[in-house]
């Protein structure tokens, strides 16, 4: 009933700069938190970044000061620009949006497929 797509992701050297997109569609009624998470391989899924509804923002200390989340609600859209690329933020990205279907009463997580991201040294 909701899909979730990112774009964006791709190959970069370190010290460059790479910007993610996402749009959640379908049978939308209201979305909260949308965000970015992270997994490298052998690791854990981790967070990246996440934004509120109005605008609140909140990173990881890994990526504070180099990346910035934005998002457009008119669009159901989440951006994640990421600047002073490393290579331990290799990993794929995946999205998430926090998302209440219409005519529905409770808020779900959805997520995206991930989009690949390799920063090499």
């Known amino acids: 009933q909701v899909q979730v797509v990112e774009s964006g992701g791709g190959l970069v050297q370190a010290g460059g700069s790479l910007r993610l997109s996402c749009a959640a569609s379908g049978r939308i009624g209201s979305i909260n938190d949308m965000g970015w998470y992270r997994q490298a391989p052998g690791k854990q899924r981790e967070l990246v970044s996440v934004?509120?509804?109005?605008?609140?923002?909140n990173y990881s200390d890994s990526v504070k000061g180099r990346f910035t989340i934005s998002r457009d609600n008119t669009k159901n859209s989440v951006y994640l620009q990421m600047n002073s690329l490393k290579p331990e933020d290799t990993a794929v990205y995946y999205c998430n949006a926090n998302v209440r279907i219409l005519n529905g009463h409770w808020f779900l997580d959805y997520w995206g497929q991930g989009t690949q991201v390799t920063v090499s040294s």
């Open positions: 934004i509120t509804r109005s605008g609140s923002t």
